[in-house]
T-cell receptor, first 114, second 114 residues
């Protein structure tokens, strides 16, 4: 089955700097890669997603890149702000295949210092 | 539109007891999935239901079971509770399984086994 590895597990940056979180997946048939943000005590919320037919997607300060050959995708946050502090989870799924549910990485705790 | 609703939000059980958690998906959503979240293991997939049928099941023992009703509401049950079952149990819903259908999480049910 699918396995998703996420690095780093913790990340501390200064306000205004960029943050990059990387994930690798094992199932080459995976075709959908969402990123969720979970603030302390709250539910995970989708912040951006990318499909396997796209290499990059941007939404304001957030971008995600996908390298299908390397089975690797990354979340990029620019001009970080204290409210970006949270745990970020990547996930992968093979929609349309036998295992269509999301498999999550173990999360990255991002701390943005003012 | 109401979000995904989970009940109860907090509960304490004793080892050996059983517990039932409930999830009401967003109106119109027919797919419900369950995840276990613990500090060390992140978000682990339990099972997914669509149209009252279990589509996928994660790697959990048979003590973990679930079902979905005709109104798409879902329940999960854990029998013979163990200390290691202490976790946040998250329910998520989407319109249907498949690419393009965003998964929305509930606030979760915090289970403590003593």
């Amino acid at each position: 089955g699918e396995n998703v590895e996420q690095h780093p597990s913790t990340l501390s940056v200064q306000e205004g700097d960029s943050a990059v979180i990387k994930c690798t997946y094992s199932d080459s048939a995976s075709n959908y890669f969402p990123w969720y943000k979970q603030e302390l005590g709250k539910r995970p919320q989708l912040i951006i997603d990318i499909r396997s037919n796209v290499g990059e997607k941007k939404d304001q300060r957030i971008a995600v890149t996908l390298n299908k050959t390397a089975k690797h995708f990354s979340l990029h946050i620019t001009e970080t702000q204290p409210e970006d502090s949270a745990v970020y989870f990547c996930a992968a799924s093979n929609y349309g295949g036998s295992q269509g549910n999301l498999i999550f990485g173990k999360g990255t705790k991002l701390s943005v210092k003012p | 539109k109401a979000g995904v609703t989970q009940t109860p939000r907090y509960l304490i059980k004793t080892r050996g007891q059983q517990v039932t958690l409930s999830c009401s998906p967003i109106s119109g959503h027919r797919s419900v999935s369950w995840y276990q979240q613990t500090p060390g293991q992140g978000l682990q997939f339990l099972f997914e239901y669509f149209s009252e049928t279990q589509r996928n099941k994660g790697n959990f023992p048979g003590r973990f079971s679930g079902r979905q009703f005709s109104n798409s509401r879902s329940e999960m049950n854990v029998s013979t509770l163990e200390l290691g079952d202490s976790a946040l149990y998250l329910c998520a819903s989407s319109l249907a399984p498949g690419e393009g259908n965003t998964i929305y999480f509930g606030e979760g049910s915090w289970l403590t086994v003593v």
